[in-house]
């Protein structure tokens, strides 16, 4: 049996095949196409012909990819969306969509509404819900409206006014993707109600990315499970990447840092992935990505749902270097996918870093020709000016100054010196250009939860093992075997400003795939 992972980035699209002891077998590596699904459906053949394995061994197929992200960032193929949310009359003062973009609100806003409910921090209520506001709603959005986004005052800790305005809104408007803001976001109302918002407007797109996929591996006559990666390094099946498909943001560089962790062995240091456009630095923390503790933004929108904390540069094997009066840019343009057209080495007409360190002879040594009209001394300059760049982004990522391992992943670590400050050493493991493909075709299936818990209620022992059992069922829902889950881990904090016993618990729980023996989208 073989796991087969495949992450689109925007320069390159990986493709890596694992066995059933998790030993890589091969990998490849083919440019990102403008429609995607070609580069993906390029990228598996090329792989499993080269590789000369039986494709009806393939029973897991994982994808890692940036279509939701660009879907935001470019503002395309976003759903017109519904907002209701949960809280009158305690949060009329802020509406939805405040501090938006413009032109993204315009995209995706079809109207908003402030409804009568709520519940306090502990799950007591604070006003009963109004059906016939809902209902009212729903029938002047019907003609225009794509999808419904819920959030509730305090919802994470008590769900029950969420799933009640769903159900009536799937009587008004039938069987329309709704989002919950409970399962997406951590407890404060405007961030949780932004990143909803945001899940909703890209079911779409979602629903997309997984049909597409799932003709790709059918077209070359692969019939394996899907999964997709989730942004915290674990995985998730079609049906929970269908409902929720804002948690593919940012899995690139949690795929690099999981195939990181497993090429090398080590569970705690720092992965710097460089692909053709930019460097992005995660941390490896107890085999798993460090996750940001700040609000994210996306878009311009701010949010709180779960993002790794990975910072990123525009500095990449295609990143453009000027000269301009003596002085030295390095990025953050870069030529990216056409690389292999635009690059000097390459014989275009376009200086790029792959073209610095091949003059310097660290790489490419069969193209040395085409850069040779270049200055050492010059080249030099720019290799110690993209130098200081690294080291200045990888200590913004540590939380001591002592020495860190540091792991190379992604094609474009040639450009990368071989010693750093702040770093104890650099290494670079065997496929380390395919990371991002690997760690995607390792990932296990996680279940995460955040919740406020009245200790007046129940004792701290009791709430973590309601904490740990709502996990685990996240993680099942995902598609995680049950006699495989663990807790990995438990953070619980006081809440001095809430008043009476108040307990926030974070828990996560992880487990192995559950092989249904069946395609989930067929």
């Known amino acids: 049996m073989y796991r087969l992972g495949v992450d689109v980035g925007g320069t390159n699209t990986d493709a890596a095949l694992i066995d059933a002891h998790l030993k890589v077998v091969h990998t490849v590596k083919v440019p990102t196409t403008k429609d995607v699904e070609r580069g993906i459906i390029e990228a598996i053949a090329n792989v499993v012909q080269e590789s000369k394995i039986d494709s009806s061994a393939i029973k897991y197929a994982m994808l890692g990819t940036t279509h939701c992200t660009n879907a935001i960032v470019e503002r395309k193929r976003l759903d017109k969306v519904g907002v209701i949310r949960i809280g009158r009359p305690a949060t009329t003062a802020i509406p939805p969509f405040t501090d938006w973009p413009q032109d993204l609100r315009e995209k995706i806003e079809v109207a908003s509404i402030i409804v009568e409910g709520g519940y306090e921090f502990d799950g007591r209520l604070i006003s009963e819900l109004n ?39 799937r009587e008004e408007l039938g069987d329309i993707p709704i989002s919950l ?73 949690t795929n690099s840092i999981r195939g990181s962790a497993h090429l090398t062995g080590l569970n705690d240091a720092i992965v710097l992935d460089v ?53 030295i840019t390095v990025g953050p343009t870069s030529v990216g996918y056409e690389i292999t057209r635009k690059a000097l080495l390459f014989g275009g007409d376009v200086l790029t870093t792959s073209d610095i360190v091949t003059r310097l002879g660290q790489a490419f040594e069969d193209k040395a020709i085409q850069v040779e009209h270049l200055s050492i001394e010059f080249c030099k300059k720019v290799y110690e000016k993209m130098t200081g760049m690294l080291e200045d982004a990888i200590d913004q990522m540590k ?25 104890s050493e650099v290494i670079m493991p065997e496929h380390y250009g395919a990371a991002n493909a690997i760690g995607a075709a390792l990932g296990q299936v996680s279940g995460d939860v955040e919740r406020i818990y009245s200790l007046d209620q129940m004792n701290r022992e009791e709430a973590i093992t309601d904490a740990r059992e709502l996990a685990s069922d996240e993680a099942i829902k995902a598609g995680a075997d049950e006699k495989t889950i663990s807790i990995v881990s438990i953070e ?9 016993n108040a307990l926030f618990i974070r828990v996560k729980a992880v487990g192995d795939l559950q092989y249904s023996h069946k395609s989930v989208i067929q």
């Open 275 to 327: 692909g053709g456009t930019t460097s992005d630095i995660g941390v490896l923390t107890k085999g798993f990505p460090r996750q940001s503790s700040l609000a994210v933004t996306i878009g311009g929108v701010n949010t709180n749902f779960r993002m790794p904390d990975i910072l990123s540069i525009g500095l990449g094997g295609g990143t453009q270097v000027f000269e301009r009066s003596g002085n």
């Open 399 to 423: 939380t001591s100054s002592k020495e860190v391992p540091l792991i190379l992943s992604g094609g474009g670590s040639i450009i990368v010196s071989n010693s750093l400050k702040g770093v």
């Open 492 to 500: 619980d904090i006081p809440l001095a400003y809430l008043p009476g």
């Open 181 to 253: 803001s409970n399962a997406i976001g951590s407890i404060g109302l405007l961030e949780r109600e932004n990143a909803t918002i945001l899940n909703a407007a890209l079911m779409t797109t979602g629903q997309t990315v997984i049909n597409g996929f799932s003709k790709a591996l059918n077209s070359l006559n692969i019939e394996a499970e899907m999964f997709f990666s989730q942004n915290d390094g674990t995985l998730m099946n079609a049906a929970y990447a269908q409902r929720y498909p804002i948690l593919t943001m940012g899995c690139g560089p």
């Open 131 to 169: 059906r016939e506001e809902v209902s009212k709603f729903c029938r002047e959005i019907s003609e225009n409206v794509e999808s419904i986004a819920i959030s509730g005052v305090f919802s994470p800790v008590n769900n029950c006014q969420e799933d009640t305005v769903a159900a009536w809104v």
